[in-house]
């Protein structure tokens, strides 16, 4: 099953290697794949390290084959349609199951990876590169992408964040559910909900793992003042990521926090997708504040809720009448906890909740319109508030590029002035279902026109975009913007679709 290796494994060497800065990025060493056996390097090694002009890089090298970009080298004709060049792109991502052994997690069918420094399958991207195989017919790259994850769920009783060793310990966004519905849609087969239906029940009891009785945070699940359980995100391992080794250990330092504090909450936010923002920092603007685990994201428990809505339709499918509606009673309860906690009435808007100061957060984010998406439009409460969140939205995120994540400009590639394929997508989706057409056309018309803009500049299709000053490339973070860009791929194809349809 597992024929990956860890490789913070194996110190001293990967951690010298990570705090010397042999390489740039800090992710490339944990993708290198080892020429020999790791327990021979290991050893050479220990021999050779204190020797006179014994060289570090050199020995990597010698030992070690460095990992490639993924479609960095790809050639493409500007002057064709961007439909034309992601229909070209989508071979170049494309990745075959792997023997060979490194940290990748080996998988049983073909799937695609984002492109860039991101040579692996990773879970929440997938569902938006998933809109875009949808509309170009490659249902069959659908399936295989899903099958590989019921496979990371049948064998590690969750989806990792990516098919690494060293991503094992966290998730990312669950969007499984929602990757079984579009599967079922694309096929015009319902009994596709029954066939995964272990797997969809297996993946939510590890989120709800730890719900308990007393109120207050254990793993994944809180259980707050009032009674309710929400969700957070976590990670098991209170250590530095293998992939931001040195990174980790000089903020940790600087955080104030214990170690295992800081560890936990830098991982927890790396689960959420949105690795950094401001979104997370007790002062939202300092990294070495950071406190993901004390907060309770609006988005992840429209996810839960989704989760639970698609489990009570496979357990009715099934012939389950009673688990049916026990999971139809868990997503109204969960969706009158998220208006409880997460409805911002200063902010016409939904936002966080920190159960530990037990206060609501005042941050306007991209992520307060996951509920629009999520929710069917017959919500009283929904439609009642549709009119203040459009104002909202007007008012604060809607930029000449789309809709920016959030209102603070703080380095963070997740922050101002930065926006991103996913939250586009779920917003035009959101307001489109609950009236707000014009909205939503003129988020969907800023974000195509951006992406053509510097496609045809460029020639690329990029991982994030600046949508504040549409004459600059996006920035902010730990590595450089990549090019690719599976969920832009996908979701410009969607709102492209969109436009189509409702111009």
């Known amino acids: 099953m597992l024929r990956g290796i860890n490789p913070s494994d194996y110190h001293p060497l990967f951690e010298d290697v990570q705090m010397n800065h042999v390489f740039e990025d800090g992710k490339t060493f ?99 590169t998933m809109l875009g195989l949808h509309l170009h017919g490659q249902v069959k790259m659908i399936e295989n992408m899903v099958d590989n994850f019921a496979y990371l769920i049948q064998n590690f009783g969750h989806i990792p964040n990516g098919n690494r060793t060293y991503y094992l310990s966290r998730s990312q966004p669950p969007f499984f559910a929602l990757m079984v519905e579009l599967l079922a849609n694309s096929k015009n087969d319902e009994n596709i909900y029954v066939k995964y239906l272990p797997v969809l029940q297996k993946e939510y009891d590890f989120w709800q793992l730890g719900a308990k009785d007393a109120v207050g945070a254990n793993l994944r699940t809180v259980k707050l003042e009032g009674g309710e359980i929400l969700n957070r995100y976590f990670d098991e391992s209170p250590t530095p990521r293998p992939e931001s080794y040195s990174e980790d250990l000089h903020s940790s330092e600087r955080s104030g926090q214990t170690s295992r504090e800081f560890f936990t909450n830098i991982r927890a936010a790396a689960e959420s997708g949105w690795d950094f923002s401001t979104r997370w920092f007790a002062d939202h603007q300092t990294l070495t504040t950071i406190e993901t685990t004390h907060i309770i994201p609006v988005d992840l428990n429209c996810l839960m809720f989704k989760m639970e809505k698609v489990l009570a339709k496979a357990w009715s499918l099934d012939g ?20 409880k906690y997460c409805w911002n009435e200063n902010l016409s808007f939904f936002t966080d909740y920190n159960w530990a100061k037990k206060s609501i957060i005042d941050q306007v984010t991209a992520a307060g319109l996951t509920p629009l998406f999520i929710v069917g439009n017959d919500n009283p409460f929904m439609k009642s508030k549709v009119d203040p969140i459009a104002a909202t939205v007007t008012k604060y995120l809607l930029l000449p590029g789309g809709l920016v994540t959030t209102t603070v400009s703080s380095g963070q590639q997740w922050d101002w002035p930065n926006g991103w394929a996913p939250l586009q997508w779920m917003a035009v989706n959101g307001l489109q279902k609950f009236g707000k057409g014009d909205l939503a056309k003129a988020i969907a018309q800023n974000w195509v026109s951006l992406n053509e803009k510097v496609f045809g500049a460029t020639g690329k299709m990029m991982e994030k975009y600046d949508v504040v000053d549409i004459t600059k490339l996006a920035g902010g973070g730990e590595y450089q913007s990549q090019e690719g860009f599976g969920w832009t791929n996908g979701v410009y194809l969607a709102l492209k679709n969109y436009l189509n349809t409702v111009s």
């Open 30 to 128: 944990p993708d290198c794949l080892p020429k020999r056996d790791m327990r021979d390097i290991l050893q050479l090694y220990l021999e050779q390290k204190d020797l006179p002009l014994f060289n570090l890089k050199d020995f990597v090298l010698t030992h070690f084959d460095l990992p490639t970009e993924i479609a960095s080298d790809f050639k493409s004709d500007i002057h064709q349609p961007v439909d034309q060049h992601i229909r070209q792109l989508w071979s170049v991502l494309t990745r075959q199951p792997d023997e060979q052994v490194s940290s990748l997690i080996e998988l049983p069918y073909p799937f695609i990876v984002p492109g860039g420094r991101f040579r692996e399958i990773y879970y929440w991207d997938s569902y938006f």
């Open 320 to 339: 389950k009448i009673k688990e049916s509606h026990k999971f139809e009673a868990n997503a109204e309860r969960r969706l009158e906890a998220i208006i």
